[in-house]
């Protein structure tokens, strides 16, 4: 099969040439670049038929090597941290690359966020479908095992799904996700404080100061972390709550239903615009952050400054620092064994 419309999206600081791949039907255009796998746009309509621009993102690919961090990037060999980048399997234990305070977070500083992804993607019959592949070699960042990884993104009606599997060489950890900023009232709309989230959980992961998960699974009730009824991100997040000094705002795991057969496990909607997202996922876990690091540094696509709450993240993920938690479900990942995750960004209309 043929990959979708490409063009060019320019080089990285290492020369490597990035290229842009558009998926598009009747209402949605997406738009994903191989080096990162990253989702750099996503244009919707809002209640009156007009599209705007849903995502935080850049004009090319030095920008966002430039600004660091994993706008729109596809994460591993794990999503989110782990304490003191080291981990032990079967009585083994490895080092791993550390890049945040001491911990290894999103797979370390040459993760999969940082990678050029091999395009071999094509139509999935009336679907427009991009098939980005990438192996890891045994060691990369500290990790075991020569791990071989598909993503699929698939445009399926008001869908945007993103379909993981994986295979392992040895006994290794693997927590697939996505990091897309999203601002439902337009890129250029301010902060998303005034967007009504709700989240299918009971129980959160609290963190310490360094936003490791202390392996308390707390429930939602009488806490700002309370999204099981509609509420807008803003409505706490000035509250003097440990947890929400600890992230500077929220930046927390979810706990979600047993992992099994997708569902929603959130919906955010923007009362102006009309505009939702549902995320629909198998993941056992949820990461809610909103955009508290983003610090006016950095300027986006049509010169928008990203500044804190300019958008927000919500990651379906395996627990973080899981290799820490015996009481958390496991993400170790075994020879033989095929590794299976997905994630479904539906758009609507309220």
């Known amino acids: 099969m043929s990959a979708p419309p ?201 963190t310490d100061e360094v936003q490791i998960p202390t392996g308390e699974i707390r429930s939602v009730a009488e806490t700002p972390f309370d999204f099981r009824v509609p509420t807008p991100i803003g409505a706490r997040i000035r509250r003097s709550d440990p947890q929400l000094l600890h992230g500077q705002g929220y930046d927390h795991c979810f706990v979600l239903a047993a992992k099994g057969e997708a569902r929603v496990a959130a919906r955010v909607e923007h009362p102006a615009s009309g505009r939702t997202i549902e995320i629909v996922t198998t993941h056992p876990g949820l990461q809610f952050y909103s955009g508290n690091q983003l610090n006016g540094t950095v300027v986006g696509r049509g010169g928008v400054i990203y500044r804190q709450s300019a958008g927000f993240a919500l990651e379906p993920q395996g627990f973080p620092d899981a290799a820490h938690h015996a009481q958390f479900p496991s993400t170790v990942l075994r020879p033989g064994e095929r590794y299976h995750a997905t994630i479904g960004y539906r758009f609507g209309l309220a």
């Open 6 to 206: 490409a063009l060019p999206f320019g080089r990285t600081a290492g020369g490597q040439e990035a290229t842009l791949y558009t998926l598009e039907n009747e209402t949605i255009r997406v738009r994903i670049i191989d080096w990162g796998g990253r989702i750099v746009s996503i244009e919707i309509p809002d209640r009156t038929g007009n599209r705007a621009e849903i995502t935080l993102g850049f004009d090319e690919v030095g920008m966002y090597e430039a600004a660091g961090g994993a706008f729109g990037a596809l994460l591993g060999r794990t999503a989110n941290r782990i304490a003191g980048g080291d981990l032990t399997i079967d009585g083994r234990w490895y080092r791993l690359a550390i890049n945040d305070r001491g911990a290894t977070l999103h797979g370390g500083p040459g993760g999969f966020h940082s990678v050029l992804w091999r395009a071999a993607g094509g139509a999935d019959g009336a679907f427009p479908s991009l098939v980005l592949s990438h192996v890891s070699p045994d060691g990369d960042q500290g990790f075991p095992g020569e791990v071989a990884v598909t993503a699929v993104y698939r445009l399926a009606g008001e869908t945007l799904w993103l379909a993981f599997t994986a295979q392992t060489t040895a006994p290794t950890v693997l927590s697939l996700s996505a990091h897309p900023y999203f601002n439902l009232g337009g890129a250029a709309h301010g902060d998303i404080l005034d967007h009504i989230l709700e989240i299918a959980s009971e129980a959160f992961l609290p």
